[in-house]
């Protein structure tokens, strides 16, 4: 994390006097004969060093840090090369009554923080070059800008770069396996034709040959994003700290193009191979089940996205066998959320 430190640069002006120490002789001395006179001082005197006057680039960000850009690896880039001018007339904003070098030139201005400038609903706006008294000239009102909303703390409002990302999965459906009667666990489906399919297998249980799901991404914010799918036993409607899990799996990689959908590594394959997801199977299958979307995101702004955003509820089992009743009305093989 990069410290911001203000330095106070004043107007420093001055200048040292060079003193010559003189040593004294008697009258009646002549060069070159009798002692020195012990009562004066010879010691050569040495003015103290100037004031380091040297100008700190981070003084423009002290109070007012440029908008921060993180890299895939999480790491933080610098920021970027200081503006012109002073930190009270910096050159990237152009504010009103700071200096201008040509009378009726027009520029874009900002009179907000540089962290919001450009994102959400912050536009800039634009300033004239005017006369000020009979020898100055300076920049007039910032006309135009729009800052961001008041109250507001996230999203487009806040002119934040990230407000809005959604998660959508093609094939969300497990296969629940029985051997002799017995329930030996759970096992992610495969894509065959389009539709969802259960792959035969005995026990134990061994992950499917092909990927569970492709998987698309689509945000406001280009970013570095992990987005995991977690199926838990137990009531979407009213999820408990105690809901056991059956399965999670995740799909992770760079967004490279805002507002566009992407796709993300497939979501692998997976079965029970714990008594802990055996059991958990065997419940699921018993009393129902979701599915819990969550995301862990880094904007590249920085921001930091984390957190559960969606619980996909399952249809009963009897829905594979009679899809007609009520309760299947809405039942489908893939599902998405919004965060």
Known sequence: MRTWKLVSLGSITGSFLALALVTVWSCNSQIGEGPMDASVDNTVWTPPPPPDLHFD?????ADDPPLMSCVADGGMLPPPKPPGGTPECPDDKNRQGCPCPTLGEKRACWPGLRANRGLGVCRDGETTCVRVGELNQAWGACEGYVLPTSGATGGADACKCFSEGRWAIDNLVPCFYTQSGEDIGAASSVTEGGMPKCQSMGK?????????????????CVGHWKLCYTLKAGDAANPLPTDCTVSSVCAEGDYIDAKKPQALPQLPAWATTTQAAIDCAKKFKMSGGYGEMNVDGTTVTCDKVQKVFNRVKYCPLSCNTNPMQPECKNCGSGGSGGF
């Open 204 to 220: 134990p249980l061994k992950p499917p040959t092909q990927p569970w799901s492709m998987n698309t991404l689509t945000v406001d």
């Open 57 to 61: 680039p981070d003084a423009f960000w």
